[in-house]
T-cell receptor, first 114, second 116 residues
């Protein structure tokens, strides 16, 4: 079955460490997105990519980095510069950017700083 | 700029009652799509229903229907005969055809609790 796989499901990070969250899709979707969600809050866009080797900053890109070397993969690195990284991270993909194309989401990664 | 507003942070409904979740939007795009997603406590985001701005009829998917009032810029989700499993966060989102084409814009969400 096609879908998006995020790993790991839970991640613990020590302060000062960089960590990388994985996002892989086998839907042949062109666009991919990373969102951050804090408890009881909405989704905030971190980065998005519409095509391989290209990506754009979202609303809260500071302290995060991404790469898009393959169509299927869009990993997110949470760097030590991100002051408050504890949150739920959702990856999503979209077939394109027509108005009727919604997102398919992964199951999320819950990151905790210890 | 596009904006989605969900004015109900939380709602409590008795099981088997119908419930309406409010969503208003603002966009300069002449053509756009509106989406509703459900997020249970597990965290996954589940697509519920889609409405295109030029669709003549309100969208329906099983117990879900979308009350689309274009002139009022509202796209309320109606859940008929609510069930305990409907307890979740619900997000309204939109995507424009031109300016807003690159990504969906989400509202802040409404937490729905169904009481037995």
């Amino acid at each position: 079955d096609g879908g998006i796989t995020q790993s790991p499901k839970y991640l613990f990070r020590k302060e000062g460490q960089n960590v990388t969250l994985s996002c892989e899709q086998n839907l042949n979707h062109d666009a991919m997105y990373w969102y951050r969600q804090d408890p009881g809050q909405g989704l905030r866009l971190i980065y998005y990519s519409q095509i391989v080797n290209d990506f754009q900053k979202g609303d809260i890109a500071e302290g995060y980095s991404v790469s898009r070397e393959k169509k299927e993969s869009f990993p997110l690195t949470v760097t030590s510069a991100q002051k408050n990284p504890t949150a739920f991270y959702l990856c999503a993909s979209s077939m394109g950017w027509e108005r009727n194309y919604g997102y398919t989401f992964g199951s999320g990664t819950r990151l905790t700083v210890v | 700029a596009q904006k989605i507003t969900q004015t109900q942070p939380g709602m409590f409904v008795q099981e088997k009652e119908a419930v309406t979740l409010d969503c208003t939007y603002d966009t300069s795009d002449p053509s756009y799509g509106l989406f509703w997603y459900k997020q249970p406590s597990s965290g996954e985001m589940i697509f519920l229903i889609y409405q295109g701005s030029y669709d003549q009829q309100n969208a329906t998917e099983g117990r879900y229907s979308l009350n689309f009032q274009k002139a009022r810029k509202s796209a309320n989700l109606v859940i008929s005969a609510s069930q305990l499993g409907d307890s979740a966060m619900y997000f309204c989102a939109m995507r424009g055809a031109i300016q807003g084409a690159q990504k969906l814009v989400f509202g802040q969400g409404t937490r729905l609790t169904i009481n037995p």
